[in-house]
Nanobody
Framework: QVQLVESGGGLVQAGGSLRLSCAASGSTFSINTMGWYRQAPGKERELVAVIGGGGGTNYADSVKGRFTISRDNAKNTVYLQMNSLKPEDTAVYYC?????????WGQGTQVTVSS
């Protein structure tokens, strides 16, 4: 079993920054891809950013140049640095890890950006 604990969400004004963290514990011996997704009210969950085991990254077009995903393999933790936040970034953010053949999700952390 794997447990994911997210932290770092909150309320911030437009143009501000937040850093999300997601720490994995338990049977974490072969984590592959780690990523962040978000779900705004009335919308489907969408990819924000992912990072592979080798460090390769992929971002949603809407966050490119503003968000940075990184990981610390020694700590089994993935981070999302969010800069220049916009009201449309308001959502519940979920971390996700893939350990073949299983996928695990965090409980979600609320990010609210006021205009």
């Amino acid at each position: 079993q794997v447990q994911l604990v997210e932290s770092g969400g909150g309320l911030v004004q437009a143009g501000g920054s937040l850093r999300l963290s997601c720490a994995a514990s338990g049977s974490t011996f072969s984590i592959n891809t780690m990523g962040w997704y978000r779900q705004a009210p009335g919308k489907e969950r969408e990819l924000v950013a992912v990072i592979g085991g080798g460090g390769g990254t992929n971002y949603a077009d809407s966050v490119k140049g503003r968000f940075t995903i990184s990981r610390d393999n020694a700590k089994n933790t993935v981070y999302l640095q969010m800069n220049s936040l916009k009201p449309e970034d308001t959502a519940v953010y979920y971390c996700r890890i893939y350990m073949s053949p299983y996928t695990y999700w965090g409980q979600g952390t609320q990010v609210t950006v006021s205009s």
